[in-house]
């Protein structure tokens, strides 16, 4: 019996669901050609409630959503940025520093996030 594998590891992705209430992860890997997701993350977040009269998001909601992809990061180490793809909805749309929010997590990159219309974001739940 082979002690060393040279068979190459399973291709994994991520895709990352920035909701106004929620944050979610997924992560699968490709096995026999067929997605098998292999972990799930949720959290909390109420960016929605965050979001003032001013259209811009609060420092406090600010913070709870940068908690929680601190802890997304930790699990994304070692993922090329090629394979995670990072959606905003509803909020993100609205609020008018939002760019702010993508910078100081370190989203900024176009590649990486993209901004669903509000009735496909709501059917891709």
């Not at 190459?8 to 997605?35: C, K, T, Y």
């Not at 990061?73 to 509803?90: D, K, M, N, W, Y």
């Not at 100081?104 to 990159?109: L, Q, S």
Request: charge should be positive; aromatic fraction near 6%; include cysteine.
């Amino acid at each position: 019996m082979p002690i060393y594998d040279k068979s190459p590891r399973p291709q994994e992705f991520a895709a990352v669901d920035l909701g106004s209430n929620s944050f979610h992860m997924v992560i699968a890997r490709v096995v026999d050609g067929a997605m098998q997701i292999i972990g799930r993350l949720k959290q909390r977040v109420h960016l929605a409630d965050g979001l003032g009269a001013d259209n811009k998001l609060s420092e406090e909601a600010m913070e709870r959503g940068l908690s929680c992809l601190s802890l997304f990061a930790e699990r994304l180490q070692g993922f090329s940025p090629s394979s995670v793809c990072i959606v905003g909805t509803h909020t993100f749309r609205q609020a008018h520093n939002a760019a702010e929010f993508l910078s100081r997590a370190d989203m900024g990159r176009p590649n990486a996030r993209e901004g669903f219309a509000g009735r496909e974001a709501a059917g891709r739940r």
